[in-house]
């Protein structure tokens, strides 16, 4: 069964010792947080009716990064399927950015599980590169594509 939904995001890169590396952010919560190989994933996240990919790949960003990515052109990675059904839309960009300074938006969620209790949680708790080897260990299986392209059509 597939969800229907859509989202987007932005696969960042930099060259460093002249080798590409890529931001991947891990997702916060009390599901994620003893899950790391296989866990991580682009900025990314639901299309809503009215917006283009590409402005929500940017949004996304910001709101699961706290800073805005690089004004330059986004380069499309094109769209894969996640084994949940979920669409992702992805476009990658050069730059930089400082894993120190993430500042998520949080979501809310009843912890522990019927407890009547609800706590916040960020969208993201850590973000971090990789080299392009390493990130296709610690990303969504579905989303290797997109290093898979990146690395096609950069390097």
């Known amino acids: 069964m597939t969800s229907g939904k859509e989202s987007a995001g932005l696969l960042l890169y930099r060259i460093r010792d002249g080798r590409p590396e890529v931001l991947l952010v891990h997702?916060?919560?009390?599901f994620w947080r003893r899950r790391d190989e296989g866990a991580w994933s682009i900025p990314k996240g639901e299309?809503?009716?009215g917006e283009t990919p590409a402005e929500v790949a940017r949004r996304e960003?910001?709101?699961?990064l706290g800073q805005w990515p690089p004004d330059g052109e986004l380069t499309p990675l094109g769209s894969i399927r996640q084994a949940g059904g979920k669409v992702v839309h992805a476009w990658a960009a050069e730059g930089d950015f400082?894993?120190?300074?993430?500042?998520?938006?949080?979501?809310?969620?009843?912890w522990p599980p019927r407890s009547g209790r609800t706590q916040?949680?960020?969208?993201?708790?850590?973000?971090?590169?990789?080299?392009?080897?390493?990130?296709?260990?610690m990303v969504l299986a579905a989303q290797?594509?997109?290093?898979?392209?990146?690395?096609?059509?950069?390097?």
């Not at 997702?27 to 009390?30: R, S, T």
């Not at 400082?98 to 009843?110: K, N």
């Not at 993201?124 to 260990?137: I, P």
């Open 27 to 30: 997702p916060g919560g009390p």
């Open 47 to 49: 299309i809503e009716p």
């Open 98 to 110: 400082d894993i120190e300074r993430v500042e998520s938006v949080s979501f809310e969620l009843e």
């Open 61 to 64: 960003f910001h709101e699961e």
């Open 144 to 155: 290797k594509t997109f290093i898979d392209r990146l690395e096609e059509a950069r390097l």
């Open 120 to 137: 916040q949680f960020p969208e993201v708790d850590k973000a971090g590169w990789f080299d392009l080897d390493a990130g296709r260990r």
